[in-house]
């Protein structure tokens, strides 16, 4: 890869100046010899051929049918955010609001502290992925706390599932963990399709 | 400034199709490779970060790789000269004179010629500047170099170029 210091080539500059000139419609700068003005001029014709009606109609017609494609995987991340973040809603709302019948129900410790601690926890994730639904930029930042904090759910879910009284919450758990990788595979899968046509990020 | 990718494309698919017709020999073969920038470009718009650099050198990044995996593709690779035959259908002089018109049709084929000759770093920095109408420093960042070596890179080239247009 060509690098230089921060000195540019004197003739470099004026021949950089000559066709900023000429495509400006103005006079080619003073010093530019006449032959350099003249191939400028004809690079530019050789190298602008009129875009053709049948391409533009092709390219439009492209366009459209990858936009419908795009449309869809928006579609289904979205739909898995809402969906991951009604689980978090599910832990979260009765922990902070009900914590005592909660305890009960699982037939576990009143202990309200950490019920609520949890609950605020859990609340906030699923806030953070409805916002992400909305704004797809932002998932990243979500899945890479609510992905980690579903598995670990999902682990603790199934450890205890085959003791649990009530296997509800159990369950929420592994339906969380569940939901959380599929939604992260189909993040990572719709970055590597777009990311993979850029090149962008790729050595050169 | 937020844009569309709607916008971008209507404004970039002139320079784009030039671009792409500079280095792909064919008008089919052109119109199909096109076709796949903006397909490429369109599929990967929602992850264009702007904060990594301007949309221009995004874009022709994007068809700068779908050329080289045309070529990478075709049978038998890509030819030491570029081949220029096609090009001639595409350009419109609108000279008055058809003196004029041959002497300047003769010179302009002279010149696709001789590109075609250039180094191959040359004739990409050629296409950026002038078909895909970038300034120096989006070239630079098409090509993975600095402002100043895409100068040089055209520079070079323009006065390989001279000597075609002089011995004429």
């Known amino acids: 890869m060509d690098r230089e210091p921060g000195h540019v080539d004197p003739h470099a500059e004026l021949t950089d100046a000559t066709i900023e000139a000429l495509r400006a419609g103005r006079s080619a700068p003073e010093g530019a010899a006449q032959s350099v003005v003249e191939v400028v001029r004809h690079l530019a014709i050789v190298h ?19 936009a419908r494609r795009n449309r869809w995987w928006a579609v289904g991340l979205r739909l898995g955010a809402v969906a991951l973040a009604g689980l978090f809603v599910m832990q979260g709302f009765p922990s902070l609001f009900a914590s005592e019948d909660l305890a009960e129900f699982l037939g576990l410790l009143h202990e309200p502290h950490i019920y609520q601690e949890v609950g605020i926890l859990a609340l906030s ?25 579903a598995i670990g759910l ?11 009284p009530n296997p509800q919450a159990e369950l929420l758990h592994i339906g969380q963990a569940i939901a959380a990788v599929c939604l992260g595979l189909l993040w990572f899968l719709w970055r590597r399709r777009g990311r993979d046509v850029s090149g962008v990020g790729s050595k050169r | 400034m937020a844009r569309s990718f709607e916008e971008l494309y209507e404004e970039h698919l002139p320079g784009v199709w030039a671009y792409v017709r500079s280095r792909v020999p064919g008008h089919h073969d052109a119109q ?12 990967s718009w929602p992850s264009y970060d702007p904060a990594k650099g301007a949309v221009e050198a995004w ?5 700068h790789h779908t050329v080289v995996d045309w070529w990478r593709r075709r049978p038998g690779g890509k030819p030491r000269e570029t081949p220029t035959a096609d090009f001639e259908d595409d350009n419109v002089s609108a000279l008055d004179n058809p003196e004029e018109h041959a002497l300047r049709e003769e010179s302009l084929a002279r010149l696709r010629q001789a590109v075609g000759t250039l180094a191959e770093r040359e004739q990409e920095a050629l296409a950026l500047r002038f078909g895909g109408g970038l300034r120096a420093r989006e070239v630079g960042e098409v090509l993975g170099v600095s402002e100043g070596a895409a100068k040089m890179l055209v520079h070079r080239a323009v006065t390989k170029l001279r000597g075609v247009m002089t011995d004429g």
């Open chain 1, 48 to 66: 602008r051929p009129a875009v053709p009606d049948e391409v533009s109609a092709a390219v439009r017609d492209s366009a459209r049918s990858v």
């Open chain 1, 125 to 149: 994730v699923a806030l953070g992925l409805l916002v992400a639904a909305v704004r797809l930029k932002l998932l990243p930042g979500i899945l890479a706390v609510a992905l980690p904090a």
């Open chain 2, 32 to 43: 199909d490779v096109t076709g796949d920038v903006f397909t490429r470009a369109f599929r």
């Open chain 2, 59 to 63: 874009l022709y990044r994007i068809a």
């Open chain 1, 154 to 164: 999902g682990v603790f879910g199934m450890v205890e599932l085959p003791h649990a």
